[in-house]
């Protein structure tokens, strides 16, 4: 996965001045004035020459980046994450890491069903922490324009890392974007938030569950995690529901949805309690509905998807012992490819749809647009890309 610990939205639109000014020098270059930068802040020599010294570019990274799994896969490949094999393991390490799990749950208030979620899907229970050397990928995308500001951040922070002993540098392997250890930690969260919790002098996020269970759950905690609270739910929406309102633009609390005839996917009313509450159709109207609560927020936090944050909440209910989401991936489901999206992104704008730009990534700005097109062809207006919107855009 990403690094799971930063904003996806928000380090879109870094400075283009200061991208387009560092992109006019060569790496060589960059790389040495980043280099005076980070002795100023007290990296020592001794640890820049042994991460720095030699590092050249890695392609891959940056075609990576942009290629990232919760802007290019659909709702129904992205919860395939969520399958049986990786429940049944999640259930089992609930058991094996009991007792440990219930002190971090005492200390930090995160139930150990979710920090089990978040270890399955972030580093599937420590077996893929990723094969980059985190510092070469990190110096590749601090070097490339897209989001230099942000990365050079990071880069510097894992710097200080290795500085302080907490991890060698031949040990510190991570995703392609720098994301560390069992719960994929970014160098400036693992900064911020990790935990020495077995007391031995080390916040080790890489080989000791003590420190990587307390850690996940001290970031969670400081994000104002309510364990009084879950995630969200599947729901059943009324007839002739207005799917403009299904937008984390839009809350009301439970209990209006409640009297607008949103139930739960039993068919009973849902709680008629006063919480904050979103409606979200990530698969569109033909999908399945789910209302979310302030908890899901804080897992858009850690990873601003909506799918992520989906796939978290429902494999911690599948942790114990829910079943299924209800509607299945339609038999004759067609994926929308990227340069297809971009194509409706680009007629949307010629339409007077402010879609933004046409960069095949379905953000905010583009599911607006669909949404307004949407409401002017007296379509469900729910934001989604598919084949047949495609077509009635761009008129193949």
């Known amino acids: 996965m990403t690094a799971r610990c930063w904003l996806f939205l928000a380090i879109f639109f870094f400075s283009v001045s200061s991208a387009a000014s560092e992109q006019l020098t060569n790496f060589d270059d960059w790389l040495a004035d980043f280099r005076a930068s980070a002795s100023a802040a007290g990296v020592s020599e001794r640890t820049l020459s042994a991460a720095l010294d030699g590092t050249k570019p890695l392609p ?33 390490l609930l058991k094996t890491h009991k007792s440990l799990l219930q002190r971090v749950t005492n200390k930090f208030g995160v139930p150990a069903h979710y920090l089990m979620a978040f270890w399955g899907l972030e580093s599937n229970f420590g077996k893929s922490f990723g094969g980059y050397r985190v510092i070469p ?23 200080k890392i290795v500085d302080n002993g907490d991890i060698t540098l031949q040990s510190m392997r991570g995703s392609w974007a720098g994301a560390m250890g069992h719960f994929q930690f970014i160098p400036t969260t693992y900064q911020a938030y990790a935990v020495d919790f077995d ?27 309510d364990p009084k609270q879950k995630w969200g739910r599947e729901v059943k929406l009324p007839e002739h529901f207005d799917f403009s ?22 068919g009973a009313s849902l709680p008629n309690i006063d919480i904050k509450s979103w409606l979200v159709v990530p698969a569109g109207h033909k999908g399945p509905a789910f209302a979310v609560y302030p908890n899901f927020r804080r897992i858009m936090r850690w990873n601003n998807s909506i799918l992520y944050a989906i796939s978290i909440g429902h494999l911690a209910d599948r942790l114990r012992g829910a079943g299924p989401i209800s509607i299945a991936r339609p038999k004759n489901y067609r994926r929308v490819s990227v340069e297809k999206v971009k194509e409706i992104q680009a007629r949307l704008n010629s ?46």
């Open 199 to 225: 007391g031995d002098g080390k916040r080790d996020i890489w080989n000791n569950m003590a420190d990587a269970f307390a850690s996940a759950a001290n970031y969670l905690s400081s994000l104002g995690w």
């Open 245 to 266: 309102e299904a937008t984390l633009s839009d809350w009301k609390p439970l209990f209006e949805w409640n009297k607008g005839g949103v139930k739960r996917i039993s």
């Open 60 to 92: 891959d990274v940056i075609t990576k980046d942009r290629r990232q799994a919760e802007f290019t896969l659909s709702y129904w490949r992205y919860m395939k994450r969520v399958n049986s094999r990786r429940v049944q393991k999640g259930i089992s």
């Open 137 to 159: 990928a990190l110096a590749t995308l601090a070097y490339d324009g897209r989001r230099s500001r942000f990365f050079r951040a990071q880069l510097l922070a894992a710097l």
């Open 351 to 396: 339409m007077g749809f402010s879609a933004g730009n046409p960069d095949g990534v379905v953000g905010k700005n583009t599911r607006s647009a669909i949404r307004n097109f949407q409401k002017l062809k007296n379509m469900p207006a729910d934001g989604h890309i598919t084949i047949k919107l495609w077509e009635r855009v761009v008129g193949k």
